[in-house]
């Protein structure tokens, strides 16, 4: 078997540095295993060896983020381990996020990274998608159980064998949605969810919803007469032939397109790229869905101050969360900074 | 009231000098089967093609996927009201030619999309690959409206697999299963101990192309209703829509609507299956609310523990199958839904666009975001040029080497909310 090169990042309490006087101690590191290293080198598989141990202060690294980022990245570099172990951190907040860290800077070097963390340290919801996080007690006390889980998943890992739900390797979910093929189809688990629910024995959702922001609407603006209004749209409207090629569905950008001199969105100019509702009428009047038509009308009126030259658009048709929150996050502050105060967001 | 269903195995598909069934193969007239679909006038162009399980072939776009069945008993085809004369669907007798399905294809209206492999990876993902498919692929004419393109293409697919269903109707099935149908108070009164449970059915129904017909009743202009179970199995459910075809029922899932079939499978042993509340997915707020209200009512009519609810599609009917589900659920009637998840391509991103606390027991159709790597086909059946525009495909789908990278969103049928499938997605 091809021996396996394992690196473990620790403080510098656990790094054998000292306590809360030393927590302003810069990334180090050591071509031997330290602290608790010694003993998971004991649990690891036999071809899996600890060539390196990069041991820095929680204060320093929290309050020197860049540059112990990138120190620790290029220790790595000279390390160029499979596979990172960082801590077990058990309740502690700052070592907790330095471990994840660390775990993020090793998935980005394309290096997988195992940690230890009680549920409730702050740095398994910043990072648990970048590494496995092995559930710990909240204390050091803990050491001994924590250990042997990171070993067996550090072990796997180095050696590309599959890793198993949560609830097997006993890591904290990573909230990754992974497909898999299980032995029934969906019609029969759901019936023998439904019976369970019946019966009220204990059943397992296969997605448990998550908490759902609801976003309360703002106050209403009382006069729009010297108000710049924007158009923002998840309705696909983009010129003619989708110069940026928003996709029909699982849209991973957005378009900004000029209206400046416009007092209509033409059918000959315009179209929908959205696949996911009929876009028959859309097509025939692209008005209907960016209504530019109306928005100069009141601008005519004087109802609204002026409509803002662009129009923000892209497809809502599939795209996930995490794509339309930072659609939205560099759209609005783009509007905010052109001193746009209000936006007329149209769906379909 | 019963309905027997005569399953007869095909084991092969073939063009032939009469259409018929002969030692488990099902022959094609192929001169006749397409001087009947031409003699639609929006039809320009007919060709057949034939495509089996294990061959390097691909089938791009698809419009719809049906089995060929018929009533023995009775002249004509089935899909009362849509492709034969209208009758009550669900009794008597139907016989059923398995392991054989007509797939439409050709120009489809807006995008072309859905993919069925023959073999390779997709295949493992789409029950379709593993049919012996008559594969007919059609061109309209010029100059009709979108609308009119849509109703030939159904059409069309609809009257091609009654035409082959014809070649079961004097053949003596392998194997038949009796399916009994009582009245409302005789699933009370029969089965006091079981516990009684409904199927809540939903459709699509947002225009064109994410169009459902019930009795060839567009769904979107209908209020919530009732069915016995058995009605799907003589084709009184119609497919009208494709895109984004990972989760949308063609008309043969409806016909083997698998929660209609395991729900029958345990009826009278430790459920009591009463019936079927079919409703619509429509795209305005009003509409969502009439018919959740409406549907949680025939619910509490039909006097059941517990339902189990299945969506289709995904994004705008979250909100339906969420309405559906807290308005049962407020009735102290238990539920369990079946959906899909869009939940990126990473996995990361939460993987529906509504939920509720009540919601507490979901079975998941899979990541319909996650990536999958078809390789190039000897054959394509359609047109795959299009694979970068379509749902589940982007910028950069296609390779030099004529494989394609796409989301299971553009396999058909591959995250199925019906509970076809084996897939599913876990949280890691």
Redesign the interface.
Same mark, same amino acid.
């Given at each position: 078997m091809e021996t396996k090169r394992i690196v473990v990042y620790l403080n510098q309490f656990f790094g054998q540095i000292g306590g809360e006087e030393e927590a302003n101690t810069p990334p180090q590191s050591f071509d031997k295993p330290v602290g608790p290293g010694m003993g998971l080198q004991q649990l690891l598989p036999k071809n899996c060896t600890i060539v390196g141990t990069i041991v820095c202060g929680d204060g320093y690294f929290n309050e020197n983020l860049e540059e112990a980022s990138a120190t620790v990245q290029k220790m790595l570099d000279n390390f160029k381990p499979h596979v990172v172990v960082a801590g077990p951190a058990f309740n502690a907040g700052r070592y907790g996020m330095a471990c994840g860290t660390v775990g993020k800077i090793a998935h980005e070097m394309g290096i997988p990274a195992v940690s230890g963390m009680y549920p409730e340290n702050p740095g398994v919801e910043s990072y648990r998608?970048y590494l496995y996080i092995v559930e710990t007690g909240n204390s050091a006390a803990s050491m001994r159980t924590a250990l042997p889980s990171m070993a067996k998943l550090a072990g796997k890992l180095a050696n590309h064998e599959s890793?198993g739900?949560?609830a097997e390797e006993g890591y904290l979910?990573?909230?990754?949605?992974?497909?898999?093929?299980?032995?029934?189809?969906?019609?029969?688990?759901?019936?023998e969810?439904?019976?369970k629910?019946?019966?009220n024995e204990g059943?397992d959702?296969? %997605? *448990?919803?998550?908490h759902?922001d609801r976003v309360e609407p703002a106050q209403a603006l009382t006069d729009l007469s010297k108000v710049t209004v924007a158009l923002v749209t998840s309705g696909g409207i983009v010129p003619k032939g989708?110069p940026d090629?928003i996709?029909?569905?699982?849209a991973?950008h957005y378009g900004k397109y000029s209206i400046k001199d416009l007092t209509s969105l033409s059918s000959d100019s315009f179209e929908t790229?959205h696949?996911? %509702?009929? *876009?028959?009428y859309a097509n025939q009047a692209p008005d209907r869905v960016v209504p530019v038509d109306a928005l100069r009308a009141l601008e005519k009126e004087g109802k609204i101050g002026q409509l803002f030259p662009y129009y923000y658009s892209t497809v809502?048709?599939?795209?996930?969360?995490?794509?339309a929150k930072s659609f939205a996050a560099e759209i609005a502050q783009e509007l905010v900074s052109e001193g746009v105060q209000a936006v007329i967001l149209t769906s379909t | 009231m019963h309905l027997k269903v005569g399953n007869i195995f095909i084991k092969d598909l073939q063009f032939g000098p009469q259409t018929e069934v002969k030692n488990q193969t099902l022959f094609v007239n192929k001169d006749e089967l397409t001087k009947l679909l031409l003699a639609d006038e929006h039809l320009a162009s007919v060709e057949l093609e034939i495509a089996h399980p294990g061959e390097s072939v691909r089938i791009m776009p698809v419009k719809d996927v049906i089995e060929p069945r018929v009533k023995p008993e009775q002249e004509g085809g089935i899909f009362p009201g849509m492709a034969s004369k209208m009758f009550t669907a669900g009794s008597g007798l139907t016989h059923v030619l398995k392991g054989v399905s007509v797939v439409t294809t050709g120009k489809i209206v807006?995008?072309q999309?859905g993919i069925i492999d023959m073999s390779g990876p997709g295949a493992e993902l789409c029950p379709f690959s593993k049919l012996h498919n008559l594969v007919v692929v059609a061109q309209p004419v010029t100059g009709i409206t979108?609308?009119q393109h849509e109703a030939a293409l159904r059409l069309m697919g609809l009257k091609a697999a009654n035409y082959l269903g014809e070649a079961a109707r004097k053949i003596t099935p392998d194997e038949t299963i009796s399916y009994e149908l009582l009245p409302l108070h005789a699933y009370h009164e029969n089965y006091p101990d079981l516990?009684k449970?409904a199927y809540v059915y939903m459709l699509q129904s947002?225009?064109?192309? @994410?169009d459902t017909y019930f009795y060839g009743v567009d769904v979107k202009n209908m209020v919530p209703t009732l069915m016995h179970p058995t009605e799907v199995m003589d084709g009184a459910i119609v497919s009208g829509n494709c895109?984004?075809a990972c989760d949308k029922n063609t008309t043969y899932h409806h016909l083997n609507n698998?929660?209609v @079939?395991?729900?029958l499978a345990?009826h009278g042993k430790?459920?009591c299956f009463v019936g079927c509340v079919v409703t619509n997915e429509n795209?305005t707020l009003l509409d969502k609310q009439r018919s959740s209200d409406l549907t949680a009512k025939l619910v509490e009519f039909l006097g059941v523990?517990?339902?189990?609810i299945t969506e289709e599609g995904?994004?705008?009917p979250d909100t339906d199958l969420m309405m559906n589900c807290t308005k049962i659920e407020g009735k102290g009637i238990?539920?369990?839904l079946?959906?899909d998840?869009?939940?990126?391509?990473?996995?990361?991103?939460?993987?529906?666009?509504?939920?509720?606390?009540l919601?507490?027991?979901?079975?998941?159709?899979?990541?319909?975001?996650?990536l999958i790597t078809l390789p190039a086909m000897e054959k394509v059946i359609g047109n795959v040029d299009p694979v970068?525009?379509?749902?589940?495909? =982007?910028?950069g789908s296609r390779s030099t080497d004529d494989s394609i990278t796409v989301?299971?969103?553009a396999i058909i049928g591959a995250t199925?909310?019906?509970? =076809?499938?084996?897939?599913?997605?876990?949280?890691?």
């Amino acid at each position: 078997m091809e021996t396996k090169r394992i690196v473990v990042y620790l403080n510098q309490f656990f790094g054998q540095i000292g306590g809360e006087e030393e927590a302003n101690t810069p990334p180090q590191s050591f071509d031997k295993p330290v602290g608790p290293g010694m003993g998971l080198q004991q649990l690891l598989p036999k071809n899996c060896t600890i060539v390196g141990t990069i041991v820095c202060g929680d204060g320093y690294f929290n309050e020197n983020l860049e540059e112990a980022s990138a120190t620790v990245q290029k220790m790595l570099d000279n390390f160029k381990p499979h596979v990172v172990v960082a801590g077990p951190a058990f309740n502690a907040g700052r070592y907790g996020m330095a471990c994840g860290t660390v775990g993020k800077i090793a998935h980005e070097m394309g290096i997988p990274a195992v940690s230890g963390m009680y549920p409730e340290n702050p740095g398994v919801e910043s990072y648990r998608q970048y590494l496995y996080i092995v559930e710990t007690g909240n204390s050091a006390a803990s050491m001994r159980t924590a250990l042997p889980s990171m070993a067996k998943l550090a072990g796997k890992l180095a050696n590309h064998e599959s890793i198993g739900t949560p609830a097997e390797e006993g890591y904290l979910s990573r909230g990754i949605r992974r497909n898999i093929f299980v032995e029934k189809r969906g019609s029969e688990r759901a019936i023998e969810m439904l019976l369970k629910k019946l019966n009220n024995e204990g059943f397992d959702t296969e %997605y *448990p919803i998550p908490h759902f922001d609801r976003v309360e609407p703002a106050q209403a603006l009382t006069d729009l007469s010297k108000v710049t209004v924007a158009l923002v749209t998840s309705g696909g409207i983009v010129p003619k032939g989708n110069p940026d090629r928003i996709e029909a569905s699982s849209a991973s950008h957005y378009g900004k397109y000029s209206i400046k001199d416009l007092t209509s969105l033409s059918s000959d100019s315009f179209e929908t790229a959205h696949g996911g %509702y009929d *876009p028959v009428y859309a097509n025939q009047a692209p008005d209907r869905v960016v209504p530019v038509d109306a928005l100069r009308a009141l601008e005519k009126e004087g109802k609204i101050g002026q409509l803002f030259p662009y129009y923000y658009s892209t497809v809502g048709n599939g795209t996930s969360v995490a794509n339309a929150k930072s659609f939205a996050a560099e759209i609005a502050q783009e509007l905010v900074s052109e001193g746009v105060q209000a936006v007329i967001l149209t769906s379909t | 009231m019963h309905l027997k269903v005569g399953n007869i195995f095909i084991k092969d598909l073939q063009f032939g000098p009469q259409t018929e069934v002969k030692n488990q193969t099902l022959f094609v007239n192929k001169d006749e089967l397409t001087k009947l679909l031409l003699a639609d006038e929006h039809l320009a162009s007919v060709e057949l093609e034939i495509a089996h399980p294990g061959e390097s072939v691909r089938i791009m776009p698809v419009k719809d996927v049906i089995e060929p069945r018929v009533k023995p008993e009775q002249e004509g085809g089935i899909f009362p009201g849509m492709a034969s004369k209208m009758f009550t669907a669900g009794s008597g007798l139907t016989h059923v030619l398995k392991g054989v399905s007509v797939v439409t294809t050709g120009k489809i209206v807006g995008y072309q999309e859905g993919i069925i492999d023959m073999s390779g990876p997709g295949a493992e993902l789409c029950p379709f690959s593993k049919l012996h498919n008559l594969v007919v692929v059609a061109q309209p004419v010029t100059g009709i409206t979108p609308y009119q393109h849509e109703a030939a293409l159904r059409l069309m697919g609809l009257k091609a697999a009654n035409y082959l269903g014809e070649a079961a109707r004097k053949i003596t099935p392998d194997e038949t299963i009796s399916y009994e149908l009582l009245p409302l108070h005789a699933y009370h009164e029969n089965y006091p101990d079981l516990p009684k449970v409904a199927y809540v059915y939903m459709l699509q129904s947002q225009g064109l192309l @994410h169009d459902t017909y019930f009795y060839g009743v567009d769904v979107k202009n209908m209020v919530p209703t009732l069915m016995h179970p058995t009605e799907v199995m003589d084709g009184a459910i119609v497919s009208g829509n494709c895109v984004s075809a990972c989760d949308k029922n063609t008309t043969y899932h409806h016909l083997n609507n698998p929660v209609v @079939h395991d729900l029958l499978a345990r009826h009278g042993k430790d459920l009591c299956f009463v019936g079927c509340v079919v409703t619509n997915e429509n795209v305005t707020l009003l509409d969502k609310q009439r018919s959740s209200d409406l549907t949680a009512k025939l619910v509490e009519f039909l006097g059941v523990d517990g339902v189990i609810i299945t969506e289709e599609g995904f994004g705008n009917p979250d909100t339906d199958l969420m309405m559906n589900c807290t308005k049962i659920e407020g009735k102290g009637i238990k539920t369990v839904l079946i959906t899909d998840e869009y939940a990126g391509q990473d996995g990361t991103s939460q993987s529906l666009a509504d939920g509720s606390p009540l919601a507490n027991a979901i079975v998941s159709g899979g990541n319909a975001n996650a990536l999958i790597t078809l390789p190039a086909m000897e054959k394509v059946i359609g047109n795959v040029d299009p694979v970068e525009v379509i749902a589940g495909g =982007f910028k950069g789908s296609r390779s030099t080497d004529d494989s394609i990278t796409v989301e299971l969103q553009a396999i058909i049928g591959a995250t199925n909310e019906l509970g =076809f499938n084996k897939l599913t997605a876990r949280e890691y």
